[in-house]
């Protein structure tokens, strides 16, 4: 086969898979929309509210420990096959839910998927890419992942616009009413492109190895591989196949994880595994607009300001993979994580300034539907902080019409540089882009012993995800107790901690090869 005939069904083949990729980032973050929504229409409390973002994360964690092991009994593919179809029903459900329960049992399907594709696409390409091209290809996925985040930010922009310019088409859909349910709904269609896409892409030619089908497996290394290649990696796998029969079982039990030589690799994944959540990034990306209206922009205003949050992310995912073989891991680590620190700070002390007045101006231009007279008795009276502002106009109008008209409330009073809070959160997801996003899958497929990295890798994901479920379960309801100064605090403090682990304990992983790592790695302190 010629060259570039090779060169092209590679592409396809990691491409198509890494489609998975971008359904996760949809699927995940396409909830940031709606959540303004839903809140009113099902007057939903702070944790009801964290249900609907973070329960689609519950059952992905669920996902990533079972799709593993299922793949290994029935094929990548059926697997990927499945998480598409999972995709679809999910976006159908999840808009045509009559209610609350509904809504979250749908994306709990959804979750599945989300779980799925996020091991399972790394992991396919993983296995059929050539050598050579692994590290770019894997790192596809995250590209994908982001690239999806970006796309359902535009597309609840697109939504929301259309549904208040209304015209012929907005009518057509009702937007007025149902732009939510739009929003989850557009999903079937790349739901449906994904499926379709899988058609073109072979099993992987390890796992066919692994099913006793040596003729399928030399004939998809054939599709992406030169022949002295194919027949040089097919050795390889066979070779490393028959090895670990001989030490054990072609299975590794999970129980060698806390092998020495293992244990403390594993404490540095699940370390990073720890930290890419815990420093706030998926309670900024789910309710990035909920954020961007605390500074006070408005509606409309923080729905743009959600797309540039996706867009910059995009482009710092670019840049991390530009420079993650040139620089090194650590450096980018550093950096990003430093970004990070800086960021969160900064976003704590913004809210921290901030002050709430309401004048009489600002009352009468509030929404004819809130009763503006009550609010006479604090007209100019000054807040120091967003708690004390929302417990005195709650006092006054009721939680259900804080609720409703909380925006326009907050834009109304709010003295912020509200400039600072959005550098503030596009500089985090800068540092975060750069750094602890892309580069912790690549340190995932680096740092474990070929025969447990699998299962090492499902490990470090569930914690992972594990991580990210507490972080948006409980992030409305930290913004309303804690206040949203205290908040970001948290998460600069966590940072700190994170940098000063990696700074100590990360060992540089550029330029190596697997085997060299695994020899270097067994031999640390942390294992005497
Ligand atoms: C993380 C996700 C996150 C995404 C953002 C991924 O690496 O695992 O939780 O939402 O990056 O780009």
Not at 122 to 136: K, T, V
Not at 323 to 347: A, E, Q, W, Y
Request: hydrophobic letters at 55%.
């Amino acid at each position: 086969m010629k060259e570039q005939s090779i060169r092209l069904n590679t592409f396809r083949a990691a491409l198509f898979s890494a489609l998975g990729g971008f359904l996760m980032g949809f699927d995940a973050s396409v909830i940031s929309g709606v959540v303004p929504f839903i809140e009113t229409e099902f007057q939903l409390d702070k944790i009801e509210l964290g249900w609907s973002v973070a329960s689609l994360t519950l059952t992905a964690t669920l996902a990533m420990l079972v799709a593993g092991p299922i793949s290994d009994r029935i094929g990548r593919r059926p697997v990927m096959f499945g998480a598409a179809l999972v995709f679809l029903v999910s976006a159908v459900a999840s808009a045509l839910a009559p209610n609350f329960e509904t809504l979250v049992a749908a994306r709990m399907l959804g979750g599945l998927g989300v779980g799925a594709a996020l091991i399972i696409a790394p992991l396919y390409i993983g296995e059929m890419a050539p050598p050579a091209l692994r590290g770019r290809l894997v790192s596809l996925n995250q590209l994908n992942i982001v690239i999806g985040i970006s796309a359902a930010y535009f597309s609840n922009y697109l939504i929301l616009g259309m549904s208040q310019d209304g015209g012929g088409l907005a009518e057509t859909l009702q937007l007025d009413t149902l732009a939510w349910r739009w929003m989850l709904g557009v999903e079937a269609l790349p739901a449906l492109i994904y499926a379709g896409a899988l058609f073109f892409v072979p099993e992987s030619p390890r796992w066919l190895l692994m099913k006793g089908r040596p003729e399928d497996a030399r004939r998809v290394l054939g599709e992406f591989n030169d022949a002295p290649t194919a027949d040089r990696v097919f050795q390889e796998v066979a070779g490393s196949l028959a090895s670990a029969d001989e030490s054990g079982g072609s299975r590794a039990h999970w129980r060698e994880l806390l092998r020495p030589g293992v244990r403390f690799v594993l404490v540095l994944g699940l370390s990073i595994a720890v930290l890419q959540q815990i420093t706030g990034i998926n309670a900024v990306f789910f309710y990035a607009p909920m954020i961007f209206e605390q500074s006070g922009v408005g509606t409309n205003a923080s729905f743009m300001q959600a797309v540039l949050v996706g867009l910059v992310n995009l482009v710092f995912t670019i840049v991390a993979i530009a420079f993650i073989d040139r620089l090194g891991r650590r450096p980018l680590l550093i950096t990003g994580v430093s970004i990070i620190f800086v960021c969160m700070s900064l976003l704590a002390w913004g809210f921290w300034n901030a002050s709430y007045t309401l004048d009489a101006q600002a009352v009468a231009g509030l929404p004819a539907a809130l009763d503006s007279a009550s609010l006479t008795s604090i007209i100019d009276q000054r807040f120091e902080s967003d708690g004390a502002f929302r417990s005195a106009v709650t006092g006054l109008i009721g939680p259900e019409a804080w609720t409703t008209h909380q925006s326009a409330l907050i834009s109304s009073a709010i003295e912020i540089q509200s400039l600072l809070i959005l550098l503030g959160i596009l500089g985090f997801v800068a540092g975060f882009a750069m750094s602890l996003g892309p580069v912790m899958w690549v340190l995932f497929s680096e740092l474990f012993p070929n025969r447990v990295r699998g299962l090492a890798i499902s490990f470090c994901g569930l914690v992972n995800s594990g991580v990210s479920f507490t972080v948006q379960l409980v992030f409305p309801w930290e913004l309303e107790a804690l206040g949203n100064s205290l908040t970001f605090l948290i998460y600069a403090g966590f940072a700190a901690i994170g940098l000063v682990i990696i700074v100590r304990l990360l060992p540089e992983t550029r330029g190596k090869s697997l085997e060299d790592l695994e020899t270097e790695l067994a031999r640390t302190p942390g294992d005497s």
